[in-house]
């Protein structure tokens, strides 16, 4: 039987006089997106094996901003921006992880001009951390000879230059790294970003998360590697239009090293 | 009646730097019509950026055929126009080789200039053969058809034809110096055009001065008519590629500017002391207009990235959305910029400094609306600009302009800012349910 997540929050820490080490910004797809929450529970599965003291928001956290900004609403993020640095000052956080490479990066880049200055890691760089602490040990054994390629998030790569945090933790499972033809700098988008997620694509000949799927494919590779909530429901989305759902499995880092943990 | 040529040369020289230098003040006077931003910070960064992305070519070399080709004519009209000046004192003074006192480092100087002229024509003909023969992509897009295209070739040729004069006037240089010509120092080394000369053998020696005089005004004349024809060129980038990665983007690349005219509303709205029944005050300013529709709301920096860009369509073709069919391509968001600013640039020429609105603007009239809702943000075209163009800051002042001046945004859009508003997530989700994933198993 699976243990249960303990996931501690904000109020119920602060409460008992605590203040935890790490944020977990869970973000809106890690919270209702049924794909995007089983990334959330491996992460948070990890972090209970390793003993991190963390605590989410829960009910007081609200989405970033990210969304609206990109879609040309500065209104309605700001707004958004300053609720939720009002929240995160109140409870004096001082260091956020997040799964989500696009609260990643407004929390890190775009909230401190309004006056949340947090230390903001991806879930990649701070499972690479944990790794490197020795508060996790990653056996490969499963993975040993399959092939894996990372789809860079472009608000995790080009935007922030977070290349390598992901890849080292594909190494450390010992499988076999596969590069796209586009990869890192030059990482071709998912399709998912400034706000395409919640619209229809404009008019074109092919859909873009198609078109980064066939290069996915290209590397015959066992497993797709996300880091991001977005890029995975693409990503999945192509392969399922390719047919090679059964073939090929999309899956977050977080979700690997879990697998690799018998989390 | 020896003067006359000096004199001619001296008109020539100073027309041509003159009539440039009044298109350098026009281009200066357009640039300024965007909006004000401080570039002062963060100096050392920048002159580091300027030597590294434009002196020093690093983002050229990505991709390596056209990059190396691109740095044998960039350093061929670099140092091949340390020959220049010697022309100029050479024309202004009536002397003839006046650095030839050099000795051997002349030599040195002359054959590399030579040997560099060989690889920048060898360059030229490759690039274009690249445009009209292989026909590369990128140069095919629709916004290439037309004067774009036309002005990539005439460029080519305009490079060409000045390699070529100078090496006939080298060529005719050294035969003359073969036969001990009055006048004609023998100085320098001519490791190309020294494979050239034997045409001129059978000519007599007036026609070969005619043909070494011929190559070597047509040669200056042609450099200062290529000068001002820069101006009208998407070539403009052999200068502005230097201030313009200077004042390049230095924050990480998914950093948007936050508004701060909706910073200040904000706060104001969240604010509990605000009194809400407040008469608003008569002489507070017109509220600024949110976002870009025009090029005087975008900021200057924008419209130097416009006339810096060369079309050289690395962008669109690293675009997700232009690579999948698109109607966007970010090298047309510059171009578009740079047009409309050239409209109004005339505008207020014709109108006495002026700007009269002519019904136009740069949305709607230049860029469409189905252009901007196709962009991901993705930042591709920002990484793959060898000059550090950053297309994507117009495209998201753009959707500014749209959602929060004009309510135009796509109906999907709407109702996920509508969801934001309402629950706090894209979805229609309640904000009470945030955490129930950590019960679900």
Not at chain 1, 209 to 235: H, K, S, W, Y
Not at chain 2, 265 to 275: T, W, Y
Not at chain 2, 303 to 310: D, G, K, Q
């Amino acid at each position: 039987m699976e243990n249960e997540l303990k996931v501690p929050t904000m109020a119920e820490l602060f409460a008992a006089g605590q203040q935890p080490e790490v944020l977990f910004w869970v973000g809106c797809a890690g919270s209702f997106d049924d794909r995007a929450k089983k990334i959330t529970k491996a992460f948070v599965k990890i972090l209970n094996k390793a003993n991190v003291s963390f605590a989410v928001l829960g009910t007081e956290e609200s989405c970033t901003g990210d969304p609206a900004k990109r879609a040309g609403n500065e209104f309605l993020f700001q707004m958004q921006a300053v609720t939720n640095i009002e929240v995160l000052n109140a409870y004096e956080v001082k260091k956020v992880v997040t799964a989500c490479p696009h609260c990643f990066n407004t929390l890190k880049n775009e909230y401190p001009g309004l006056g949340g200055n947090y230390e903001v890691v991806h879930h990649t760089q701070f499972l690479k951390q944990l790794l490197e602490e020795g508060r996790i040990s990653v056996e490969g054994g499963q993975f040993k000879g399959k092939k894996i390629t990372f789809h860079d998030p472009c608000y995790l790569g080009r935007a922030n230059n977070v290349y390598e945090a992901p890849r080292d933790l594909i190494r450390k499972l010992d499988a076999e790294l596969v590069e796209m033809k586009n990869c890192k700098k030059r990482g071709l988008c998912c399709g998912a970003g400034g706000a395409q997620m919640f619209k229809e694509p404009e008019k074109g000949k092919k859909d873009i998360n198609v078109e980064r799927t066939e290069q996915a494919l290209e590397t015959q590779p066992d497993i797709i590697a996300a880091g991001c909530p977005f890029c995975n429901t693409m990503l999945t989305d192509g392969v399922k239009n390719k047919e090679k759902e059964s073939s090929v499995a999309v899956m977050d880092i977080a979700e690997l090293i879990a697998m690799a943990e018998d989390l | 009646m020896d003067y006359i040529p000096n004199i001619i040369f001296a008109i020539i020289l100073f027309a041509g730097i003159g009539f440039f230098a009044r298109n350098v003040k026009k281009l200066s006077r357009n640039i300024k019509l965007g909006k004000e931003v401080d570039t002062s910070d963060n100096k050392s960064q920048r002159w580091n950026n300027m030597f590294r992305i434009a002196l020093g070519q690093t983002k050229m070399v990505v991709r390596p055929i056209p990059g190396i080709l691109h740095i044998i004519v960039y350093l061929g009209f670099i140092i091949i126009n340390i020959e220049v000046l010697e022309i100029i004192i050479d024309g202004l003074f009536g002397t003839h080789r006046i650095f030839s006192f050099f000795g051997g480092f002349y030599s040195f100087l002359i054959g590399s200039f030579e040997i560099l002229a060989l690889l920048v024509i060898i360059a030229v003909v490759i690039f274009w053969i690249r445009r009209n023969v292989i026909k590369l992509r990128r140069f095919l897009n629709p916004e290439m058809s037309g004067w774009p295209k036309k002005d990539g070739n005439l460029i080519l040729y305009i490079e060409l034809v000045l390699m070529v004069l100078f090496l006939t006037m080298n060529a005719a240089d050294y035969q003359l110096q073969q036969m001990d010509a009055a006048h004609y120092t023998k100085a320098g080394a001519f490791p190309v055009s020294q494979f050239i000369a034997p045409l001129f053998q059978e000519m007599s020696m007036s026609v070969i001065i005619m043909i070494e005089r011929s190559a070597w005004w047509l040669h200056i004349v042609g450099i200062l008519l290529f000068l001002n024809y820069l101006y009208y060129s998407k070539h403009l980038h052999i200068l502005l590629a230097f201030p313009n990665t200077y004042f390049g983007k230095l924050k990480p690349k998914g950093q948007f500017e936050n508004l701060e005219a909706v910073t200040k509303e904000v706060r104001l709205m969240m604010d509990p002391s605000a009194d809400p029944f407040a008469a608003p005050d008569e002489n507070a300013p017109i509220p600024e207009k949110f976002g870009a529709s025009d090029v005087m709301d975008l900021k200057w920096v924008q419209l130097l990235n416009a006339y810096t860009c060369t079309e050289c369509g690395r962008c669109t073709s690293e675009c997700p959305a232009n690579l999948t069919g698109k109607k966007l391509s970010p090298r047309k968001i510059m171009m578009d910029t740079r047009d409309r600013l050239e409209e109004v640039g005339k505008n207020i020429d014709t109108n006495k400094g002026e700007f009269v609105p002519d019904g136009k603007q740069l949305l709607g009239d230049y860029i469409s609306h189905e252009e901007l809702w196709a962009c991901t943000s993705c930042n591709a075209c920002v990484e793959a600009c060898p000059v550090s163009i950053d297309p994507l800051s117009i495209i998201m002042d753009m959707r500014q302009y749209l959602v929060m001046e004009q309510s135009a945004a796509p109906s999907d859009l709407n109702n996920m800012m509508g969801n934001i508003e309402n629950n706090g997530a894209p979805w229609p989700f309640n904000q009470m349910d945030r955490l129930n994933w950590s019960k679900e198993s």
